[in-house]
DNA sequence: TGAACGTATGAGCATTCGTTCAGATGAAAC
DNA sequence: GTTTCATCTGAACGAATGCTCATACGTTCA
């Protein structure tokens, strides 16, 4: 396997993320590559909701909630705050909303077609 | 398994997009979320490059770069051109490269605590 | 303290995924 | 036509993933 053109594969490369920020932006994005991930994420677009509420909402049990938010909390994700037994979770910042809401909009584009 | 809040629980789900939606949001952001696929998508941030090429960026065969772009490709995250029995690839709008940016600055966020 | 409740964790299993290998497709040059 | 080269595709296999079940942890309240 050979390189054809040396010119634009050392200007990609010149521009690229050490591999080790690659692999924690593949995890980021993976992190929200779940249907029950993202349903999570979505779900707490606008508001707070404790484990079991979003388990509710998304349709698993709420060990399988809870699971998934250690994914989320260990990528920040997500937040929590607790409130006496319960955990109350949010999204961790605008930023990530911001990712959401492009993610979104992107699939809204995409089905125009 | 209860709802504690059905409020929140309902605000949630009153801006919750269809299943539908969810899976393909899921999708796009499943397709950037393995190491390879993001590393091919990082490297065409601001190149377009061929496929032997792309093999030679990411380190691995020319195969498994192709099968990789197919994914990238139905989710339309990338598009590409003939050039004779080339196939020159790049990211398909600005779109994406602000998702990706998005993604690389999130990390690089991360990393300062 | 002990019971009750919400949450977190570990094991196990079925499923999905990413890779390579081998071969097919298609375009250019002879 | 045939050869050559770049790309694509299907099969196969090991690795990783998401779910549920059972159980442990930790907080509240009596």
Same mark, same amino acid.
């Given at each position: 396997? !050979?390189?054809?053109?040396? +010119?634009?594969?050392? =200007?990609? %490369? ?18 929200? +590559?779940?249907?029950? =991930?993202?349903?999570?994420? &979505? ?25 998934? &938010?250690?994914? &989320? ?10 409130? +006496? ?5 949010? %999204? ?10 492009? +993610? &979104?909009?992107? !699939? %809204? ?5």
């Amino acid at each position: 396997m !050979t390189i054809v053109h040396p +010119g634009e594969v050392s =200007r990609a %490369l010149s521009h690229l993320p050490g591999d080790t920020d690659i692999a924690n932006i593949a995890a980021v994005f993976d992190a929200l +590559g779940d249907v029950t =991930r993202v349903h999570i994420a &979505l779900a707490l677009l606008h508001v707070e909701l404790c484990v079991c509420d979003l388990a509710a909402v998304v349709g698993i049990s709420q060990s399988g909630v809870s699971h998934q &938010l250690r994914i &989320l909390r260990d990528l920040r994700i997500v937040s929590y705050r607790r409130d +006496g037994k319960r955990a109350v979770y949010r %999204l961790i910042d605008d930023h990530v909303r911001e990712v959401l809401m492009l +993610g &979104l909009a992107h !699939t %809204l584009e995409s089905q125009e077609n």
